[in-house]
Structure formats: structure tokens, C-alpha cells
């Protein structure tokens, strides 16, 4: 369930109890001769909880808003179990619900990691690095990314020294919006090319694990519209990949 909904759905409720209290039954209450003057415990309950409900919406739905790492589509910056904070207002204020933009307050970059939901299923959000802006002619080679004829430069970074599937991989550092941004090539896996314009008002997203990655370079995912993006990740709060213990060392780790 939309986490939006539901608490949007939970405001209402609990408002429209404590309204209704406050219009209609407490009169009732205080006109009655027999001392049945309890507030009812629903209302109650209403009236504690409407406050609480309301400013997690408005933080989740302006400010920021929490979000776990499902995969290792972002290693190795990222891995499944972290989870991050996503600055909500970095690209503008939207409405709840319907995603609607009521103030801009900036525009995404090249090399920000960015939540989205997923064109073919808003359902579900996913998180990229943004590659291409509206306009951009992008390419991909054998994991050599070109933006409008430029080419992304990359140098080697060593191997990934994890003790899972992707050990031993090679790490390179990509250079992106004026930084260099750390990339995994999972070994034994083919790279996939892409060749295409990103249209007006969308953008083309693509993860930092190059070859497990399904992102703008598959059809499932495409071009992202701009009406899509949910906000800007930040920051890890903690990792907890489950079965297993929190990774403390990973509190607080800039997202870069």
C-alpha cells in the first residue's frame, strides 16, 4: 500500500472524528442532565493522534521521506538493506497522493542519485543514478557512457573486495556532474548498450552496478517523466539486511 494513501486516509478519518466531536457530539454531551459528559474514547483517541498523523505527512510528503535499498542495482554505494533518507523538496514541493508539483525549488543534476517510480508500475520506486538530461543524446558501449558526444571518462579503482557473488569485480571511477562517482562491473555478465534521445520533460537513470542493473536502458524503465521523481537520496540512516545485524559503520554515510 502507498504509504501516502494510507496516511492521508488516516488524517481524514481521525479528523473528521474529532470534527464531528467538536460540531456535534460534545453540544450534545454538554446538554445532557445525567452526568454522561465522557468524551468517547474513538474521539479521544482521534484528537491524539490527528497531530502526530499530520506532521508525519507533511515531513514525509514535503521534507524527507524514508526508503530501503531492495538490491544491489546501486552497488557498491549502495547496498541492500540500507536505508536512506530522500530529500523531498530538493526538486520541488509535490502534493501527496497525486504527485502534483506546487513549487520548484530546483532541478536534478547529472550524477544525483534519485527515487522514482517506475513508469510501467508507479507502484514501485526504484533508485538510479541520473545519466541524461532532457534533450541529452546518450549513449552506452561496453559500459562506456557518451553524453551528446562526450564521453564519460573512466579510470580504474582496484576490485571489489566483498565475499559475495560480485568479489573480485572490477571498480572504476566515473565521471559525472563535476565528480567521480565509483562503479561496479560485475564480472561474468554482459554489458547492455543503448543508443537514444531523452525527450522533453524525462530523464535517463541508470544504477552504479552497470551490468545488474534494469534501468533506462530497459524497456520496464525507459525514460523516467518528470512528474515521477520522488526526491533526491541524501543520506543512510542504517543498514539492516535481514537475516543479519545492522551495519553500524554505514550511519550517516553521505550519498554521493
Do not use: C
Not at 558501449?141 to 582496484?158: H, P
Amino acid at each position: 500500500m502507498d504509504l501516502g494513501i494510507l496516511f492521508t486516509a488516516l488524517l481524514a478519518v481521525t479528523g473528521g472524528i474529532w470534527l464531528l466531536d467538536v460540531v456535534v457530539l460534545k453540544p450534545r454531551r454538554a446538554a445532557l442532565a445525567d452526568g454522561r459528559k465522557a468524551e468517547p474514547v474513538v474521539v479521544e483517541y482521534a484528537r491524539s493522534f490527528f497531530p502526530v498523523i499530520l506532521i508525519v505527512l507533511l515531513v514525509r510528503s514535503f521534507l524527507f521521506e524514508p526508503y530501503r535499498i531492495p538490491s544491489e542495482s546501486m552497488m557498491p554505494g549502495l547496498i541492500a538493506g540500507d536505508f536512506i533518507f530522500v530529500n523531498k523538496y530538493s526538486y520541488g514541493l509535490r502534493l501527496p497522493i497525486t504527485n502534483t508539483k506546487i513549487f520548484s525549488m530546483g532541478e536534478p543534476k547529472r550524477g544525483d542519485v534519485v527515487v522514482f517510480r517506475l513508469p510501467s508500475d508507479p507502484s514501485t520506486n526504484l533508485i538510479k543514478r541520473l545519466i541524461g538530461l532532457p534533450g541529452d543524446r546518450i549513449t552506452v558501449r561496453d559500459n562506456i557512457v557518451t553524453v551528446n558526444g562526450v564521453e564519460l571518462k573512466q579510470r580504474a579503482a582496484g576490485q571489489y573486495m566483498g565475499n559475495d557473488e560480485f568479489a573480485g569485480s572490477p571498480l572504476v571511477l566515473e565521471a559525472l556532474g563535476g565528480k567521480d562517482h565509483e562503479l561496479l562491473l560485475a564480472k561474468d555478465r554482459p554489458a547492455a548498450d543503448f543508443d537514444g534521445i531523452v525527450p522533453a520533460e524525462h530523464y535517463f537513470f541508470m544504477g552504479d552496478n552497470r551490468n545488474d542493473s534494469e534501468d533506462g536502458r530497459f524497456a520496464p524503465v525507459g525514460f523516467v517523466p518528470e512528474p515521477n521523481l520522488v526526491g533526491h537520496a541524501v543520506l543512510v540512516a542504517f543498514n539492516w539486511h535481514i537475516p543479519g545485524w545492522p551495519q553500524w559503520r554505514r550511519i550517516g554515510k553521505k550519498i554521493e
